[in-house]
Protein backbone atom coordinates (compact mmCIF):
# COMPACT_ATOMS: atom_id res chain seq x y z
CA UNK A 1 0.00 0.00 0.00
CA UNK A 2 3.04 2.55 0.04
CA UNK A 3 2.15 2.73 4.28
CA UNK A 4 5.31 3.40 6.46
CA UNK A 5 5.99 4.08 9.93
CA UNK A 6 8.78 6.56 10.64
CA UNK A 7 10.27 6.23 14.08
CA UNK A 8 9.59 10.08 14.32
CA UNK A 9 10.53 11.47 18.03
CA UNK A 10 13.62 8.73 17.88
CA UNK A 11 14.41 10.92 15.06
CA UNK A 12 14.37 13.73 16.86
CA UNK A 13 15.94 12.76 19.88
CA UNK A 14 18.81 11.68 17.64
CA UNK A 15 19.23 14.76 16.09
CA UNK A 16 18.75 16.71 19.47
CA UNK A 17 21.70 15.00 20.92
CA UNK A 18 24.37 16.99 18.58
CA UNK A 19 22.41 20.62 19.55
CA UNK A 20 24.52 23.44 20.01
CA UNK A 21 25.43 25.25 22.84
CA UNK A 22 24.40 28.73 22.48
CA UNK A 23 25.75 30.06 25.65
CA UNK A 24 29.68 30.21 24.28
CA UNK A 25 28.27 31.96 21.46
CA UNK A 26 26.44 35.03 23.51
CA UNK A 27 29.89 34.84 25.61
CA UNK A 28 31.73 35.38 22.48
CA UNK A 29 29.60 38.14 21.05
CA UNK A 30 29.39 39.99 23.87
CA UNK A 31 33.23 40.03 24.47
CA UNK A 32 33.45 41.49 20.72
CA UNK A 33 30.51 44.09 21.50
CA UNK A 34 32.78 45.27 24.20
CA UNK A 35 36.14 45.42 22.26
CA UNK A 36 33.96 47.16 19.51
CA UNK A 37 32.80 49.77 21.89
CA UNK A 38 35.86 50.08 23.28
CA UNK A 39 37.25 51.22 20.22
CA UNK A 40 34.58 53.20 18.96
CA UNK A 41 35.45 55.24 21.76
CA UNK A 42 38.71 55.93 20.89
CA UNK A 43 38.07 56.52 17.37
CA UNK A 44 35.61 59.07 18.45
CA UNK A 45 38.03 60.45 21.06
CA UNK A 46 40.73 60.70 18.23
CA UNK A 47 37.85 62.32 16.11
CA UNK A 48 37.71 64.84 18.44
CA UNK A 49 41.26 65.48 19.41
CA UNK A 50 41.71 66.09 15.43
CA UNK A 51 38.34 68.05 15.32
CA UNK A 52 40.32 70.78 17.61
CA UNK A 53 43.59 70.97 16.69
CA UNK A 54 43.03 74.96 15.83
CA UNK A 55 42.17 75.30 19.48
CA UNK A 56 45.09 72.94 21.05
CA UNK A 57 47.44 75.40 18.49
CA UNK A 58 46.01 78.41 20.37
CA UNK A 59 46.38 76.99 23.53
CA UNK A 60 50.07 75.65 23.31
CA UNK A 61 51.31 79.43 22.12
CA UNK A 62 49.41 80.49 24.99
CA UNK A 63 51.73 78.71 27.39
CA UNK A 64 49.72 76.07 28.41
CA UNK A 65 51.46 72.55 28.50
CA UNK A 66 50.38 69.54 26.69
CA UNK A 67 48.79 68.38 29.96
CA UNK A 68 46.85 71.49 30.38
CA UNK A 69 45.35 71.39 26.93
CA UNK A 70 44.73 67.90 27.44
CA UNK A 71 42.70 68.32 30.46
CA UNK A 72 40.81 71.90 29.14
CA UNK A 73 39.86 70.06 26.19
CA UNK A 74 38.89 67.10 28.14
CA UNK A 75 37.09 69.45 30.55
CA UNK A 76 35.00 71.02 27.87
CA UNK A 77 34.00 67.96 25.45
CA UNK A 78 31.53 66.44 27.06
CA UNK A 79 29.63 69.50 28.31
CA UNK A 80 26.30 70.60 26.82
CA UNK A 81 24.39 73.72 27.80
CA UNK A 82 21.11 72.95 29.69
CA UNK A 83 19.51 74.40 26.70
CA UNK A 84 20.65 71.88 24.33
CA UNK A 85 19.81 68.73 26.36
CA UNK A 86 17.00 66.65 24.84
CA UNK A 87 14.16 66.37 27.37
CA UNK A 88 13.59 63.05 29.07
CA UNK A 89 10.84 61.22 28.15
CA UNK A 90 8.00 61.01 30.45
CA UNK A 91 7.00 57.70 31.38
CA UNK A 92 3.31 55.97 30.45
CA UNK A 93 1.12 54.52 32.71
CA UNK A 94 -1.05 51.35 32.30
CA UNK A 95 -3.87 53.82 31.61
CA UNK A 96 -2.26 55.74 28.86
CA UNK A 97 -1.57 52.81 26.98
CA UNK A 98 -4.84 51.30 27.64
CA UNK A 99 -6.19 54.30 25.49
CA UNK A 100 -3.39 54.17 23.19
CA UNK A 101 -4.06 50.47 21.92
CA UNK A 102 -8.13 51.21 21.85
CA UNK A 103 -7.39 52.63 18.27
CA UNK A 104 -5.49 49.15 17.33
CA UNK A 105 -6.97 46.41 15.47
CA UNK A 106 -8.70 43.89 17.82
CA UNK A 107 -7.49 46.72 20.35
CA UNK A 108 -10.45 47.73 23.44
CA UNK A 109 -10.25 49.01 26.77
CA UNK A 110 -11.52 47.73 29.90
Known sequence: MG?????VKAQALEA???????GEYFT???FF????????TGLFFKLGIEQRTKEI??????GFRRRGSARFSCWK???WPPSELPPAPRPLWPTELSS???????GSTR
Do not use: E, I, N
Open 28 to 30: YFS
Open 77 to 79: GPR
Open 33 to 40: LMVSALLL
Open 16 to 22: AQGATDF
Open 100 to 106: CWASAPG
Open 3 to 7: LTVTP
Open 57 to 62: GVLRAL
